[in-house]
Nanobody
Framework: QVQLVESGGGLVQAGGSLRLSCAAS????????MGWFRQAPGKEREFVAA????????YYAASVKGRFTISRDNAKNTVYLQMNSLKPEDTAVYYC????????????????????WGQGTQVTVSS
């Protein structure tokens, strides 16, 4: 079992930055692929970024590539999402997720691959 708790959300002006954190329970954090998803009102949950257990491989949605950076600290059981150059369309609830599955990299873009989810943290970007 893995429990995930996100933090770091808030209100920021367009062009600003935020860093989200996700703290995970459990002693096998490094064995999980960690992902970030987001869901805006009236829209489906969408993939943002993911990172493999070692931190050596990352995946990004095209809409955030070059602006967002995912990283992890396995000693602290924490995954981060650094968000720069924020846009109003980045406004959403951001969810942290963990996957214990070994699948092709392309599968980590899909919510169904993740078995554990946090409660979400709101990010609002004003224009």
């Amino acid at each position: 079992q893995v429990q995930l708790v996100e933090s770091g959300g808030g209100l920021v002006q367009a062009g600003g930055s935020l860093r989200l954190s996700c703290a995970a329970s459990g002693r096998t954090f490094s064995s999980y692929v960690m992902g970030w998803f987001r869901q805006a009102p009236g829209k489906e949950r969408e993939f943002v970024a993911a990172i493999r257990g070692s931190g050596g491989t990352t995946y990004y949605a095209a809409s955030v590539k070059g602006r967002f950076t995912i990283s992890r600290d396995n000693a602290k059981n924490t995954v981060y999402l650094q968000m720069n150059s924020l846009k109003p369309e980045d406004t959403a609830v951001y969810y942290c997720a963990a996957s214990g599955l070994t699948v092709p990299g392309s599968d980590y873009y899909y919510a169904r691959t993740y078995g554990y989810w946090g409660q979400g943290t709101q990010v609002t970007v004003s224009s």
